[in-house]
């Protein structure tokens, strides 16, 4: 079984996704991870911002692919990203990365790499992906699809407090500026954008905190599919 959960930056998809599939004990897979992976690793090749645009498929699978890139999942430590066999998941999160990662999503080899990885492991587990072209483009035919949205001035809020966590520090007036220009960049871009599936179920949860988005979809996948088997991984 497949559910995905798409929408904007600081949505609470993220969350949202975790929770769910903690609950039904479903696989995990957070494409944000994947997307900041490839950047890192790109940053760290000596590949400048400016060069993004212009990676053709043949260099991105010289470190892109899925015998250097391992994802895994699991209910004890989370999602963890390794590259040849280094765990590098604690250098993901980060504004630099998260901008680069923003870029390369409009790079369609690096879609179409992350793409190639990303539905691995569809084939061997049930899964809740997260992320912005989920239900349109990687699983067009998944089970069930959500597309959570929440006003810029809420999801800006909680952008500005993720990264207070994380010691980096925003106005609240610059998270809101960097969320729009990344809503844009998102929504035109050529290839792969962000967009609402047909036959998605739509969420505001601008008024909703994260336990609440989680129990929202928990409700409306016992309303669609009744009580889904809890599978463990």
């Not at 349109?136 to 998944?142: K, M, N, Q, R």
């Not at 609402?196 to 599919?225: F, G, H, Q, W, Y």
Request: positive net charge; hydrophobic residues 35%.
């Amino acid at each position: 079984m497949i559910i995905t959960i798409d929408g904007p930056a600081a949505s609470g998809k993220s969350s949202a996704a975790r929770c769910v599939a903690q609950k039904l004990g479903f696989y995990y897979l957070y494409s944000g991870l994947l997307y900041r992976a490839c950047a890192y690793v790109l940053l760290k090749e000596g590949y400048t911002k400016k060069k993004f645009a212009h990676l053709n498929p043949t260099a991105v699978s010289t470190f892109y692919n899925v015998k250097r890139i391992r994802y895994l999942y699991s209910l004890n430590h989370g999602e963890q990203i390794f590259f040849d066999g280094r765990d590098i998941t604690p250098y993901l999160k980060t504004p630099k990365v998260d901008e680069a990662s923003s870029l390369l999503a409009e790079n369609p080899a690096i879609r179409e790499a992350i793409r190639l990885v990303q539905q691995e492991y569809s084939a061997t587990s049930n899964i809740v992906a997260d992320g912005r072209d989920m239900g349109t483009a990687v699983f067009p035919h998944a089970d069930l699809k959500f597309f959570l949205t929440a006003s810029v001035e809420v999801r800006a809020q909680r952008w500005q407090q993720d990264q207070t966590k994380r010691g980096n520090s925003f106005t609240l007036q610059e998270a809101r500026e960097l969320l729009i220009e990344r809503d844009q960049r998102d929504t035109i871009r050529e290839h792969s954008p962000l967009a609402v599936a047909p036959d998605a179920i739509m969420i505001d949860n601008t008024n909703l905190s994260a336990a609440e988005t989680c129990k929202k979809i928990e409700e409306e996948i016992k309303k669609r599919k009744g009580n889904v088997l809890h599978h463990r991984f």
